[in-house]
Nanobody, 119 residues
Framework: QVRLVESGGGLVQPGGSLRLSCTVSGINFRLYTMAWYRQAPGNQRELVASITGSGSTNYTDSVKGRFTISRNNVYTRVILQMNSLKSEDTARYYC?????????????WGQGTQVTVSS
């Protein structure tokens, strides 16, 4: 059974930083591309960043240069370092295994972690 546990969200002022973590179990982690998604109220869930098993990364345009995705294959963890946060980054953030480059994901969703950017 695949389990995805996200943590690290919180309330931060514009321009601030947060570091999200997702611990993954139930899959051969190092073989899978992992991704972070986010969903703001009233919006569809969108893929924010992804990282292959070998460390190649991709980002949606709105976070390029501000967010960095990384992974630790020993501890089966995927990290999202978010800098220069903006109010439009406010959303609930989730990790999962992406289906291609779409906004769909392979497994059921975890509880996510809420990020609120506000002064």
């Amino acid at each position: 059974q695949v389990r995805l546990v996200e943590s690290g969200g919180g309330l931060v002022q514009p321009g601030g930083s947060l570091r999200l973590s997702c611990t993954v179990s139930g899959i051969n982690f190092r073989l899978y591309t992992m991704a972070w998604y986010r969903q703001a109220p009233g919006n569809q869930r969108e893929l924010v960043a992804s990282i292959t098993g070998s460390g190649s990364t991709n980002y949606t345009d709105s976070v390029k240069g501000r967010f960095t995705i990384s992974r630790n294959n020993v501890y089966t963890r995927v990290i999202l370092q978010m800098n220069s946060l903006k109010s439009e980054d406010t959303a609930r953030y989730y990790c999962n295994v992406p289906v291609g480059s779409s906004d769909r994901a392979r497994y059921g969703w975890g509880q996510g972690t809420q990020v609120t950017v506000s002064s």
